[in-house]
């Protein structure tokens, strides 16, 4: 079983920054094709932006694009999220999942995909 632990989320005033981390107990953590995705309240999930294993290939859902950035560190089993000029309608709990994936490149962005997920953390951005 792969484990997810998400850190790094807090509050934050309207045009700040935060950094997302996702640490996983999986050595072999380049085998895996990682996401974020966000829950607001009373909202379904959505998802936020994903990488590849090579973390080559990334992806991100429109309303964060120019504003956050997903990495990775293959090294250290992490990946990241960095998060700028926060808007209020980003606070949600925030959730990093994980995938064994076959090929380097693939990018998943359906919830589906995923079979390892963390606990969340939470994000606050206030106006």
């Known amino acids: 079983q792969v484990q997810v632990v998400e850190s790094g989320g807090g509050l934050v005033q309207a045009g700040g920054s935060l950094r997302l981390s996702c640490a996983t107990s999986e050595r072999t953590f380049s085998d895996y094709a990682m996401g974020w995705f966000r829950q607001a309240p009373g909202k379904e999930r959505e998802f936020v932006a994903a990488?590849?294993?090579?973390?080559?290939?990334?992806y991100s859902a429109e309303f964060v694009k120019g504003r956050f950035t997903i990495s990775r560190d293959n090294a250290a089993n992490t990946l990241f999220l960095q998060m700028n000029s926060l808007k209020p309608e980003d606070t949600a709990v925030y959730y990093c999942?994980?995938?064994?994936?076959?090929?380097?490149?693939?990018?998943?962005?359906?919830?589906?995909?995923?079979?390892?997920w963390g606990q969340g953390t939470q994000v606050t951005v206030s106006s």
């Open positions: 999942a994980a995938v064994r994936a076959r090929f380097t490149t693939q990018v998943y962005t359906q919830q589906s995909n995923y079979d390892y």
């Open positions: 990488i590849s294993r090579s973390g080559g290939q990334s």
